[in-house]
């Protein structure tokens, strides 16, 4: 016990702590001295004392002065503080036993006493020490009885370990364990900084709580999780003396997943691991990944509830599990297939053993074949498919995150081929994704700087080439790519929602457009803008009170807009389409069929729709010529529906003189192609308006050549 006590001298005469130390030394202590009352708690602040023999009486800061600094910091069963004291100064000893002095020596010293004092306090402080450490491990055992419990004490760098805690990992009672280097050599390669990272961040004061899960090598050399919680003993300055926590064995809850008890993220990525490892060894040894999504699976977990789609996902999964290992060694004899679930309805195979890279439709076949029979449930019948991704390793492609997203990307482009496809990785699938995240973030910049232009396409009487309106169509004036076409860019803006906000501006730049040309002649008043709605742009529920607002806004009469609905977004909802166009109605706006014939709309159903006029679509108007009579008859049955239902009909795509008279032969009354003029910016429409009144026509029956020539 002596030889371990450390013992701190204070004395501001030399020659009596020169006595004291050489004393203390015969006797086995270590000893440390200081000769004045600051020297002393700046020491005691730095080292921990198990005792402190106190000179009462000293010059400056008082011996007195100094026990009540120490006591602020030590509590008497931490820190024994022996006063060291003159005999007749009883009053001043009640004093300093009063204020915490564990026992008092009076001078001139007598050693014997003073070694028999200084050993008790020692005992007194060891004794205190273990039931303190018996009463916390005690309160830790209690608080998690199945977790391994340690206990470092930081001063002398060792580490207690539980007989729970060794047989986590496989080791028994007696197998040596009492370094902190034993500890963290069998953390994973990966955990290992995170978990030092964080436990010093605890010590540090710069994290309240002690907490991390990490990857711990067992006796059986694999792998397990564990989860650490612990905390700081502290003195009472803040300094950490010791670390005590517990840990427990998670590896289940880590690395499976709750809903399917399929292999999660967690242990895909270590298996993964594992098969890249091997590759790197033996080139020669193959394997795949397969990203299987489920096809329409929002849709089913929309219309029965989240409980009845998380029934499907664990039918799924029991059936893959279940099926897909034997129905993949019909077409790949030795190869073995571990199962996971990614996310949601996304589940990833890994394919080991293979004989070659060239099986990726043999994989996608033997996915579908086991999803063929049909599903079971809430009573009813259901099939399902998966659009599948295949990726297999490649030379600068050998990450767990690299084959994952690979066999992501496949997926996606399997999804958008239709329902049950699949699709082998190539790196221009990333390309093109790469591209789309370009797109995506050049359509944000080009709303907010505005790169956005409105071109106008005229809508004419085809009897004399008078303009009576104009289509309004965006373009993108893109910093590097010029003049960006709506083809190029729409379908992705659609998919964003970035549709809504583009749409929204055009249709307020075209309202505010013709306006001011309907202002500046009153030949020009009757003329109107059509303006296109997409689908997300229908789905807006404000999409009503927009549009009045921007009419109020710009001051253009209701009459003077013209919405466009494609025929095939009209079939899509009709209930809920109705009652939008009902409401736009009410605006006294007009509403326009686009692409009319392209769609599959029941005669019936337009017929109680509220819409003014349809379109032909420019494949009808194409193919329109005396050799082909099929094509001028389908667009004379078109003329004949729309006159039945009392809507006029406007021909697009019309790029010919002899299109333009036969539509004007057979009835139809308007028209826009490039035979009258190419869609133009409004400068250029403007120009042609400055002529004068005569110059609102276009087309072979006009002298006006300004727009024909094309921009």
């Known amino acids: ?70 006591r602020l910091r030590h509590d008497p069963l931490q820190l024994a503080i ?26 001139p010293i007598d050693f014997n006493v003073a070694l028999a004092r200084i050993r008790s306090q020692v005992a007194n402080i060891r ?23 340690w206990d470092w004490d930081l001063e002398h760098n060792e580490v207690y370990f539980c007989s729970r805690w060794k047989s986590l990992l496989g080791y028994a009672a007696e197998d040596l364990f009492s370094q902190p280097d034993d500890w963290f050599m069998l953390v994973h390669p990966f955990d290992v900084e995170r978990l030092k990272s964080i436990i010093q961040a605890h010590l540090g004061n710069a994290a309240a709580e002690l907490q991390c899960d990490y990857r711990i090598k067992a006796k059986d050399g694999a792998y397990r999780w564990m989860s650490l919680h612990g905390a700081a003993v502290r003195h009472g300055d803040g300094r950490a003396y010791r670390l005590v926590g517990s840990q427990s064995d998670i590896t289940n809850q880590a690395t499976v997943d709750v809903l399917t008890e399929l292999p999660n993220r967690v242990s895909l990525v270590d ?48 059936r893959l599990r279940d099926s897909l290992d034997a129905s993949i060694k019909e077409v790949c004899p030795h190869a073995e297939a571990f199962i996971a679930r990614l996310r949601g309805d996304e589940f990833v195979v890994l394919v080991e053993n293979l004989a070659g890279n060239s099986a990726g439709e043999a994989l996608a076949n033997a996915v579908s ?24 390793p490649q030379a600068n492609r050998m990450s767990e995150e690299d084959l994952l997203r690979d066999g992501d990307i496949a997926m996606c482009v399997a999804k958008a081929r239709g329902q049950g496809k699949w699709a082998v990785f190539d790196v221009s699938m990333q390309e093109e994704r790469t591209n789309r995240l370009q797109l995506d973030n050049d359509l944000r910049k080009a ?24 289509e309004a169509l965006v373009r993108w004036n893109h910093p590097t790519h010029g003049l960006v076409f709506p083809g190029a860019f729409i379908p992705a803006a659609e998919q ?5 906000e583009i749409g929204l501006w055009v249709l307020g730049e075209a309202c505010r457009q013709i306006k001011s040309w309907n202002q500046q002649r009153s030949d020009l008043a009757h003329f109107y803008v059509a303006v296109n709605l997409s689908a997300r742009q229908c789905e807006d529920p404000r999409l009503i009170e927009h549009v009045s607002a921007i009419l109020k806004a710009t001051g253009l009469l209701p009459e003077c807009l013209h919405l466009e609905l494609t025929e095939s977004l009209v079939c899509e909802e009709m209930a809920e389409t109705s009652k939008m166009l009902e409401a736009l109605k009410r605006l006294q706006i007009g509403l326009k069929i686009d692409d009319f014939g392209t769609g599959y709309s029941s005669l019936q159903h337009l017929a109680k729709l509220p819409f003014d006029m349809l379109k032909i679509d420019r494949s009808f108007v194409r193919d329109m010529n005396p050799e082909s009579p099929e094509s001028i008859e389908l667009v004379r049955s078109i003329l004949m529906m729309a006159k039945g239902l009392n809507m006029d009909v406007i021909a697009e795509g019309i790029e010919e003189c002899e299109q333009s008279r036969l539509l004007d032969q057979m009835g139809c009354r308007f028209g826009q192609g490039y035979l009258f003029s190419k869609p133009a910016p409004a400068r250029t429409i403007e120009a042609l308006l400055a002529i004068g009144p005569g110059a609102a026509c276009v087309g072979p029956r006009s002298r006006n050549s300004v727009l024909a020539r094309g921009h």
Request: proline share 2%; net charge negative; charged share 20%.
């Open 496 to 500: 964003t929602g970035l549709i809504n």
């Open 127 to 149: 004794k205190g020490t273990n039931i303190r450490l018996a009463e916390e491990r005690y309160a830790l055992a209690a608080e998690g009885a199945r977790s391994g419990l």
């Open 1 to 70: 016990m002596a030889s371990s006590a450390k013992i701190l001298v204070v004395d501001d005469e030399r020659n009596n702590l020169e006595l004291c130390a050489r004393q203390l030394n015969r006797s086995g202590y270590l000893v440390d001295l200081a000769l004045s009352g600051p020297q002393a708690l700046e020491m005691a602040q730095k080292a921990h004392y198990d005792v402190v023999l106190l000179d009462y009486m000293m010059a400056g800061m008082s011996g007195v002065d100094v026990l009540k600094a120490l």
């Open 271 to 318: 298996r993964l691991s594992v098969a890249l490892a091997h590759r790197r060894s033996d080139p020669n040894w193959h394997f795949a990944v397969l990203s299987l999504n489920l096809d329409r699976f929002k849709l089913f977990n929309d219309s029965l509830g989240n409980a009845t789609g998380d029934r499907m996902l664990a039918a799924v999964a029991q």
């Open 447 to 470: 709303i907010q700087e505005s790169q956005f232009e409105v071109y106008y396409q005229p809508i004419v009487l085809l009897e004399t080439g008078a303009i009576q309106g104009f």
């Open 82 to 107: 022996i006063m060291v004291t003159a005999v007749s100064e009883s009053s001043k000893i009640s004093e300093a036993l009063d204020l915490g002095a564990n026992d008092y020596i009076t001078k």
């Open 369 to 392: 074949e086991i999803m063929r029979p049909v599903f079971h449930e809430s009573g009813k019948e259901f099939y399902c498919t998966f659009s599948v991704g295949i990726a297999f």
